[in-house]
């Protein structure tokens, strides 16, 4: 077993209060935080309001820009940027989702769609800007279609789930449908040809070692060739696609095989997870914390981008030493095999009462605000932490039913 020794602290930046209930979801646009935009960040609440945060330029800061009410009559569970960054799309306890647009600064309702018979758990844009999905408490999961002037037209209504659908996924570059539910399942759902139906073509359930509870959520790694789910089983798991796989689909589509298992980690439900361009896995729970993973093949590459190295420069193997102990904000780089019968996953820190309740979401910002290089093996790393500042750092944020944002960054520890 592996053991690599190193201390590192998730570093709180800025606590953002302002809801008045619980915060459900983030969403960090993707057209900021980079070439000089400053970062924004969208949370959405049980206050029936979604917040539009902005960092500041001058003093790297966040504040609240705006407040998007009065259009929602119920919790509004998700957000979501468009992959222009133009749109924001929300959706709600009231049966609907809205879209809004920045205009010169201001947020507009331009469009609500109808349809669902009860809350509105998810919405996901496709990696086009297209296409909308939206899931419900009724089981149902519906795709609809961005037309010009910002209208929506239902294509489809994919009936397949058996209970409450939690979450909506577009894959990052496919037109895969991607569905996790109360029933425990994940549902993968594609086109069929030219006609605009759509049907499942893979069900991965506790027979394909699925989880046993239900499945809150979902996220993809950035080359989209693997998945990572979260559970009511304390569980996280990793899928891959598999291309392999015979016989191959004849609509061309690569069926998912389960490779990992990450268990023991959390106490209570896994609400949420999120899977960062730089391949680190973040979770967050019912029981207050957050957990950060990362495959072990990256271990040697993650160490180049969190110690003091000079950057591209080859890391020599750490020394074995598991009597490492810290201080209550800053946490040793244990470094577990955690795989039953794949690629071995390890835990990078444990941030323990992360906030005062349940963290009920994770995200990584979609962006990094500076040049990446490459290691000796040719695979992407980030310049040394001690030689970055706020503008060259990965950021995350989390959303609690304290009813706080916190503004995070993985720092290294001297």
């Not at 989880?211 to 959520?217: G, I, K, P, Q």
């Not at 209550?328 to 444990?350: A, E, H, N, Q, W």
């Amino acid at each position: 077993m592996d053991l690599f020794e190193g201390n590192f602290e998730l570093k709180e930046i800025q606590k953002l209060e302002g809801h008045t209930d619980r915060v459900w979801n983030l969403a960090w646009n993707p057209a900021t935080g980079i070439s000089g935009i400053p970062a924004m960040l969208a949370s959405c609440s049980g206050d029936k309001t979604v917040r539009i945060w902005q960092q500041n330029s001058f003093d790297t800061s966040w504040e609240c820009k705006a407040v998007l009410d009065e259009t929602h009559t119920r919790t509004v569970r998700s957000c979501a940027w468009s992959p222009c960054g133009k749109l924001l799309a929300t959706a709600s306890f009231d049966a609907t989702t809205s879209i809004w647009a920045n205009v010169g600064g201001d947020f507009e309702c331009v469009s609500t769609l109808e349809g669902h018979e009860n809350e509105v758990k998810s919405v996901s844009w496709n990696p086009a800007g297209s296409l909308l999905a939206t899931c419900s408490r009724d089981k149902s999961v519906w795709i609809w279609e961005v037309l010009p002037g910002n209208e929506c037209e239902c294509l489809s209504i994919l009936q397949g789930h058996t209970q409450d659908v939690k979450m909506v996924q577009w894959h990052p570059f496919l037109d895969l449908l991607f569905t996790c539910s109360y029933d425990n399942t994940i549902k993968i759902w594609a086109e069929d040809g030219d006609s605009d139906d759509w049907h499942c073509v893979q069900t991965l359930n506790e027979a394909s070692n699925g989880h046993s509870s239900t499945v809150w959520a979902l996220s993809f790694n950035a080359a989209g060739d693997r998945m990572v789910t979260c559970s009511d089983d304390l569980s996280l798991k990793i899928w891959e696609s598999d291309p392999k796989a015979t016989p191959p689909a004849e609509d061309g589509f690569t069926p998912w095989r389960h490779v990992s298992t990450l268990a023991g980690y959390h106490d209570r439900t896994i609400f949420s997870v999120h899977w960062s361009r730089e391949g680190i896995i973040a979770s967050g729970a019912a029981d207050d914390a957050i957990r950060l993973f990362i495959r072990n093949e990256e271990g040697q590459h993650f160490k180049s981008l969190l110690m003091d190295a000079p950057f591209g420069a080859p890391v020599s193997e750490p020394s074995i030493n598991s009597d490492s102990s810290c201080g209550s904000t800053c946490f040793c780089y244990y470094m577990y095999p955690i795989s039953v019968d794949g690629p071995s996953y390890k835990l990078l820190l444990r941030k323990e009462k992360a906030h005062d309740m349940d963290v009920n979401a994770v995200q990584w910002s979609s962006q990094v605000s500076l040049n990446l290089g490459r290691d000796m093996l040719g695979i992407e790393v980030i310049p040394s932490l001690g030689d970055l500042g706020i503008e060259g750092t990965k950021l995350l944020a989390s959303a609690s039913d304290d009813g706080t944002i916190k503004i995070w960054e993985l720092a290294s520890v001297a």
